[in-house]
């Protein structure tokens, strides 16, 4: 998917275009990019401060350092595989903090669904102050985007999970020699835990300082976009409005495709036309973002792999 949207985002370039990004990269404050990273991890910092929120009244109170350490490093399995990075963050953090992976999934669960509410405040605002934009997108650049719907992919995914529970079910009572009552009740514990998690939004004694790092962290990532434009002088004088927008696109390109690749840069190169910036800056603009926030998963990611376990063994 993600090779796909690249080729859309790249189908286009010529000489000319390659010759404007040329222009346009050397002639960028490059130097920018040292504020972004930091806003950035500190976003994420404010991530970790946020699920250890949610940990609270399930009575755990895992160290800030574990778990800044799990949420970098979830972020940077996500790169490869979509979504493992969420399953593999809870583990590293039951395993050093000793708490139920099956609890800080459930946490995870809440969060992503206060991530979805924020991304709709965050649709809703943009549309607010620009009526209109998004139709406008879709009507330019996708004109047969209703029309292309098929029930194959979702019959494909249908039959990949029947046969992937088929084999756990013939694992199960072959090869562990267990009773369908036994997973039944290994079931039964497990969605317990989960509800126990999901549930934690319910009993949060700090739902203020919840709410304060929520909008904290969706400011940052806007702040990163805005001071993104003043990398370009082709793009110096947008605002807050387009930055609203990019942070928007970005968004829905980092859920298209592992780590957003091509779908973000794709997405910020089709916002951005809309506001009358050539193609080529477009793309380089869409495609250097991408490049700056990935560059900050992959070093800090790095560097958690490293810092977690000296970390603890110390």
């Not at 290994?186 to 919840?210: E, H, K, N, P």
């Not at 980092?254 to 910020?268: E, N, R, T």
């Not at 490049?291 to 603890?312: C, I, K, R």
Request: proline fraction near 4%; aromatic fraction near 14%; include cysteine.
């Amino acid at each position: 998917m993600g090779l796909f949207f690249a080729w859309l985002s790249l189908k286009n370039l010529d000489k000319n275009n390659l010759q404007q990004i040329k222009d346009a990269l050397s002639r960028a404050r490059q130097w920018l990019i040292v504020p972004v990273f930091f806003m950035l991890v500190f976003s994420h910092y404010l991530r970790a401060l946020r699920w250890r929120l949610l940990m609270r009244p399930l009575g755990h109170r895992p160290s800030v350092v574990n778990t800044f350490f799990a949420v970098l490093m979830g972020y940077f399995i996500n790169l490869g595989v979509p979504r493992l990075g969420e399953l593999a963050k809870c583990t590293l953090l039951a395993r050093y903090e000793k708490i139920p992976a099956e609890q800080l999934i459930g946490t995870i669960i809440t969060e992503r669904i206060i991530d979805a509410l924020s991304l709709l405040l965050v649709f809703a605002l943009t549309l607010g102050l620009q009526p209109g934009l998004y139709s406008q997108l879709i009507e330019t650049f996708f004109p047969n985007a209703g029309n292309t719907a098929s029930s194959s992919p979702s019959l494909t995914t249908l039959l990949l999970v029947v046969g992937a529970l088929g084999l756990f079910l013939i694992y199960w009572l072959a090869f562990k020699k267990a009773t369908l009552l036994q997973l039944q009740q290994q079931i039964t514990i497990l969605l317990g835990r989960v509800y126990a998690g999901v549930s934690s939004i319910a009993a949060l004694q700090q739902r203020a300082l919840f709410v304060f790092l929520s909008v904290c962290i969706w400011a940052l990532y806007l702040l990163a976009g805005y001071v993104g434009f003043f990398a370009f002088s082709e793009t110096a004088h947008y605002g807050l409005k387009e930055a609203l927008t990019i942070l928007s696109a970005g968004s829905v390109g980092m859920i298209a495709s592992p780590g957003g690749i091509g779908a973000y840069a794709f997405l910020l190169e089709k916002s951005m036309q809309l506001y009358g910036l050539p193609y080529g800056i477009a793309l380089a603009f869409g495609w250097l973002l991408w490049l700056a926030q990935t560059g900050v998963t992959v070093v800090t990611g790095f560097l958690s792999f490293l810092l977690l376990p000296w970390f603890n063994k110390k």
